[in-house]
């Protein structure tokens, strides 16, 4: 389970990490509550890396600006986290499990929004030795504190980037990733995620107003990235990966059922998951379903031609993904 960035930084917080001062508001009229000086950096709460390169971070000089950035930011997500802004040269570091190897791997170096680019150092920690102030002896304090965060809460990655050193380091940003056996310790799932994880199915609720289904994890973000770039939010996301059975299609769907958005965009590659096996498990949900959300679906490749049949009346169906974007977009107008 991945984390929002107000919820890792709770957790910094919990294990004495600094953090800069900070808000999390949903109406606009919170922004007058605020007691922290300008400039402030407001940044849209979503589950997506690169939030910068993609617009959702904003930063505001004055009380128009920020009104402005709130309302646009809005569009993207309902909560946004408003900060002082800290500048000053900024750091990378992470922990993470690397499987193969059955270490942890910690990361380190210069940080910003193009970190890809840069060249982290690397080094390999024995789960049975622990972190040891010789792997980073110049950030032991503060890299001490973040490894106890990593073990404690069952993370599989905790990422700070940037951070920047005060009197102490400071992180500006975190992302974390929950073991999914451990994550009702640190956010109760809603009733559709319960009833999700109950089925097997990999579901995440968010805030926006058109339910995402793909059969893999990055086919969900590049769809839900390319909504995003259309101006349209995403209120939830399902991974169908593996999944050739209409019963558990159908009850991906009734999940679905559960939440308040406006479109559903089914987008499927037909490989090992049939398009025709989609088909049917949306054909079952329709039958039972309580709300009348529009169905979009992409489909393409192994059985597509046989789904497009079976569901000329209940969805609109197209192979084209960015026909399938327009067409989310019409719907929700």
Same mark, same amino acid.
């Given at each position: 389970?991945?984390?929002?960035?107000?919820?890792?930084?709770?957790?910094?917080?919990?294990?004495?990490?600094?953090?800069?001062?900070?808000?999390?508001?949903k109406?606009?009229?919170?922004?007058?509550?605020?007691?922290?000086?300008?400039?402030?950096?407001?940044?849209?709460?979503?589950?997506?890396?690169?939030r910068?390169?993609?617009?959702?971070?904003?930063?505001a000089?004055?009380?128009?600006?920020?009104?402005?950035?709130?309302?646009?930011?809005?569009?993207?997500?309902k909560?946004?986290?408003?900060?002082?802004?800290?500048?000053?040269e900024e750091?990378?570091?992470?922990f993470?499990?690397?499987r193969?190897?059955?270490?942890?791997?910690?990361?380190?170096?210069?940080?910003?929004?193009?970190?890809?680019?840069?060249?982290?150092?690397?080094?390999?920690?024995?789960?049975?030795?622990?972190?040891?102030?010789?792997?980073?002896?110049?950030?032991?304090?503060?890299?001490?504190?973040l490894?106890?965060?990593?073990?404690?809460?069952?993370?599989?990655?905790?990422?700070?980037?940037?951070?920047?050193?005060?009197?102490?380091?400071?992180?500006l940003?975190?992302?974390?990733?929950?073991?999914?056996?451990?994550?009702?310790?640190? $956010? %109760?799932?809603?009733?559709?995620?319960?009833?999700?994880?109950?089925?097997?199915?990999?579901?995440?609720? +968010?805030? =926006? /107003? &058109?339910?995402?289904?793909?059969?893999?994890?990055g086919?969900?973000m590049?769809?839900?990235d390319?909504?995003?770039?259309?101006?349209?939010?995403?209120?939830?996301?399902?991974?169908?990966?593996?999944?050739?059975?209409?019963?558990?299609?159908?009850?991906?769907?009734?999940?679905?059922?559960?939440?308040?958005?406006?479109?559903?965009?089914?987008?499927?590659?037909?490989?090992?998951?049939?398009?025709?096996?989609?088909?049917?498990?949306?054909?079952?949900?329709?039958?039972?379903?309580?709300?009348?959300?529009?169905?979009?679906?992409?489909?393409?490749?192994?059985?597509?031609?046989?789904? $497009? %049949?079976?569901?000329?009346?209940?969805?609109k169906?197209?192979?084209?993904?960015?026909?399938?974007?327009a +067409?989310? =977009? /019409? &719907?929700?107008?």
């Amino acid at each position: 389970m991945h984390l929002y960035e107000y919820e890792a930084k709770r957790l910094l917080k919990k294990y004495g990490i600094a953090v800069p001062q900070s808000k999390l508001i949903k109406k606009i009229d919170e922004l007058d509550g605020i007691d922290i000086p300008f400039p402030w950096v407001m940044k849209a709460q979503v589950l997506e890396g690169g939030r910068g390169k993609k617009g959702y971070v904003k930063f505001a000089h004055d009380m128009k600006d920020a009104r402005e950035i709130f309302n646009n930011l809005k569009k993207i997500s309902k909560k946004i986290l408003v900060e002082e802004m800290m500048e000053g040269e900024e750091f990378y570091i992470s922990f993470m499990i690397d499987r193969m190897r059955r270490e942890y791997l910690l990361m380190y170096g210069e940080g910003g929004v193009n970190v890809e680019e840069m060249e982290l150092k690397r080094t390999y920690i024995n789960p049975l030795i622990g972190f040891r102030k010789y792997h980073l002896p110049a950030l032991y304090e503060f890299a001490s504190k973040l490894y106890m965060l990593f073990r404690k809460e069952n993370m599989l990655m905790v990422e700070i980037n940037p951070f920047v050193i005060r009197d102490e380091p400071v992180a500006l940003d975190a992302k974390m990733i929950v073991d999914d056996n451990y994550s009702k310790k640190l $956010r %109760n799932l809603t009733r559709a995620e319960r009833f999700a994880r109950k089925n097997g199915i990999s579901m995440v609720e +968010l805030d =926006g /107003e &058109v339910a995402v289904l793909a059969n893999g994890a990055g086919l969900a973000m590049a769809t839900m990235d390319a909504l995003a770039f259309n101006g349209i939010s995403t209120g939830a996301f399902i991974d169908l990966t593996g999944a050739d059975d209409a019963e558990r299609i159908a009850k991906a769907l009734m999940a679905i059922d559960m939440i308040d958005v406006r479109a559903v965009l089914i987008n499927i590659f037909g490989s090992i998951t049939r398009c025709d096996a989609v088909a049917d498990g949306i054909i079952k949900y329709v039958k039972s379903r309580k709300k009348n959300a529009e169905i979009v679906a992409r489909l393409t490749g192994r059985g597509e031609k046989k789904a $497009r %049949n079976m569901l000329e009346d209940i969805a609109k169906i197209t192979p084209d993904f960015e026909e399938a974007i327009a +067409l989310v =977009g /019409e &719907v929700i107008k």
